[in-house]
């Protein structure tokens, strides 16, 4: 997607939605100069900047700090969108318990013999039952401050955001989804990054994380909004956006499906990708469609 040949004039970006790892972060988990700098200038000329991760909410927080959004965080993929300032919730899709219950019990049958362990996700608090070594380190990865329970069913009437099984046996994990007999109208059962099996609302993902961001609480038109990512959990989110914008490190599948791909996370993508479309640092782009596009 570009402007006509005929015309030098840039999209008339309002929004820009960040994803973080593999998008504002790279392998150290930190973002880098350039990026901060190219943020900042975006700011300073109105656009308005959101993170949207598949983190969680208290993970994602001091990204969104170190960027100074304002806006509302898009946590859990888009289960939970809150503002941080005010700790005001404009929406937050939950497991039903029952649904939740269900899915307790057939995890738990794994839990102490296969080293798995379950954690329970409502807003920014995290339930664990069995403190593994995957766990500890999982926390200690993530900076994350967990609640210890002894029957992680005392909370499931509270609202959950995310059930987490974590195992260092991504066989186990595999065969945990590919065997569980479950309703998607209810639930949405997802491998991630081979050591995480993570259910949420089947009505969670960043795409309708982004059109209520924008559109209901901005009052904002897709064609307003840029979104940067690498993943497939941010694919509706690109398909969403007026410029979806895949990263150089990104999988050829969601690069396909991208306007444009910039370079990779360590080579500061994000920075070129708002320099290029918000910042006009090289306006001749809009007619030589460079580096990478593609059309939705």
């Avoid at 013999?113 to 664990?128: A, C, R, T």
Wanted: aromatic share 8%; hydrophobic share 40%.
């Amino acid at each position: 997607m570009f402007p006509s040949t005929n015309s030098l004039s840039p999209p008339d970006i309002r929004l820009l939605i960040l994803d973080i790892d593999g998008t504002v972060t790279g392998e150290f988990h930190s973002i880098r100069q350039p990026v901060i700098e190219a943020v900042q200038a975006a700011q300073a000329q109105g656009v308005q900047v959101a993170i949207a991760t598949g983190r969680s909410y208290q993970s994602a927080l001091p990204f969104y700090e170190k960027i100074c959004s304002t806006l509302p965080l898009i946590a859990y993929d888009g289960a939970l969108i809150r503002e941080p300032q005010t700790g005001t919730v404009h929406r937050h899709l939950s497991i039903e318990p029952q649904v939740a219950a269900q899915l307790l019990d057939y995890l738990e049958h794994h839990e102490s013999e296969e080293h798995l362990s379950i954690h329970i996700h409502i807003e920014d608090k995290i339930f664990i039952q069995n403190f593994n070594t995957t766990t500890l380190a999982y926390l200690e990865q993530f900076k994350l401050q967990a609640i210890p329970v002894s029957d992680l069913r005392q909370v499931l009437d509270q609202g959950l955001t995310k059930v987490k099984a974590l195992s260092q046996d991504s066989q186990l994990l595999n065969s945990l989804q590919q065997h569980y007999n479950y309703n998607p109208t209810k639930l949405c059962l997802t491998q991630y990054e081979e050591i995480s099996l993570e259910a949420v609302h089947p009505n969670v993902n960043k795409g309708t994380a982004a059109n209520y961001l924008a559109e209901t609480l901005l009052a904002l038109q897709p064609e307003q909004v840029m979104a940067i990512g690498n993943e497939f959990n941010d694919v509706e989110m690109l398909k969403y956006a007026g410029i979806g914008v895949a990263m150089g490190n990104a999988p050829e599948a969601v690069q396909a499906i991208a306007d444009w791909v910039a370079p990779s996370v360590e080579a500061d993508g994000v920075a070129a990708a708002i320099q290029t479309w918000i910042l006009q640092a090289n306006p001749f782009v809009f007619l030589n469609k460079q580096p990478t596009t593609n059309n939705k």
